[in-house]
C-alpha cells in the first residue's frame, strides 16, 4: 500500500521532447509537492498545491507546467525539455496544519 | 544567507557513539521543523518534526529546538552502521493566507563506522 506513488521511475528523453511525471496519494492529505533534487542533492520546492488550488510557485520555467485534477493527485509536465533538467523530482503530500510531508520515490529525469 | 543551514560533513562516529546533526535557520517566523533521513538512491524520509523549544525524544532520536537562537539539532544515540545516510533539515516557514513552505537545508552526511 504505497503512500504516495509517482511514475515512471526513470525518464530518459532527448532535448526538446515533452514529458509527464504522475503522483498520487492516498493519505488524505490536503497539500502536495513537486520537489527538484539536483546532482548536489539540493532539495528545492517547486510548487505546492491545497486542495487542488496552487499556493506556491517558486521560480521555475513556464515550462514546467503542474495539474492537480483532485486532491490525491498532482501531475508535472515539462516542455521543451534541456539538459539542465537533469534531476531527480520528487512528489510529496502533508496536511496543511503539520507540514510534514511524506515523499514519493522520486523519478529520475535524464535529459540527452 | 541561506534559510537553512547545515554542515555538509561527512560526519564519522564509531559504532554506538551519539551522532549530533546540527541546523540553523534565518527565519524568526518559523514555525516548525523536521528531520528527513535520506538514504543513497532513495526518497527523503520524515523521521522527526518538532514545534516546541526544548528536546523531543523517539527511540534512538532526539530533536532539540531554541527558537531564540534560531538552531535545531538531532541526535542519535547507540549510531548504527544502519544510520549512515544523509540528513536533511526542513523548517516550515510561515506565509500569508496560512499556507507554509518547507524549505531544506543541503543535508549531512552521517558515517557510522562499525
Known amino acids: 500500500d504505497t503512500a504516495v506513488s509517482q511514475t515512471p521511475k526513470y525518464l530518459v528523453t532527448q532535448m526538446g521532447n515533452d514529458k509527464s511525471i504522475k503522483c498520487e496519494q492516498n493519505?488524505?492529505?490536503?497539500?502536495m509537492y513537486w520537489y527538484k533534487q539536483d546532482s548536489k542533492k539540493f532539495l528545492k520546492i517547486m510548487f505546492s498545491?491545497?486542495?487542488?488550488?496552487?499556493?506556491i510557485n517558486e521560480t521555475v520555467p513556464n515550462r514546467f507546467s503542474p495539474k492537480s485534477p483532485d486532491k490525491a493527485h498532482l501531475n508535472l509536465h515539462i516542455n521543451s525539455l534541456e539538459l539542465g533538467d537533469s534531476a531527480v523530482y520528487f512528489c510529496?503530500?502533508?496536511?496543511?496544519?503539520?507540514?510534514?510531508?511524506?515523499f514519493g520515490q522520486g523519478t529520475r529525469l535524464t535529459v540527452v | 544567507q541561506k534559510e537553512v543551514e547545515q554542515n555538509s560533513g561527512p560526519l564519522s562516529v564509531p559504532e554506538g557513539a551519539i551522532a549530533s546533526l546540527n541546523c540553523t535557520y534565518s527565519?524568526?517566523?518559523?514555525?516548525?521543523f523536521f528531520w528527513y533521513r535520506q538514504y543513497s538512491g532513495k526518497s527523503p524520509e520524515l523521521i522527526m518534526f518538532?514545534?516546541?523549544?526544548g528536546d523531543k525524544e523517539d527511540g534512538r532520536f532526539t530533536a532539540q529546538l531554541n527558537k531564540a537562537s534560531q538552531y535545531v539539532s538531532l541526535l542519535i544515540r547507540d549510531s548504527q552502521p544502519s544510520d549512515s545516510a544523509t540528513y536533511l533539515c526542513?523548517?516550515?516557514?510561515?506565509?500569508?493566507?496560512?499556507?507554509?513552505?518547507?524549505?531544506f537545508g543541503t543535508g549531512t552526511k552521517l558515517q557510522v563506522i562499525p
Open positions: 510529496a503530500s502533508s496536511l496543511r496544519q503539520t507540514g510534514g510531508a511524506f
Open positions: 493519505l488524505g492529505h490536503d497539500t
Open positions: 498545491y491545497n486542495n487542488k488550488e496552487l499556493i
Open positions: 527565519d524568526r517566523g518559523s514555525q516548525s
Open positions: 518538532i514545534y516546541s523549544n
Open positions: 526542513a523548517v516550515n516557514i510561515g506565509r500569508s493566507g496560512g499556507y507554509q513552505k518547507v524549505t
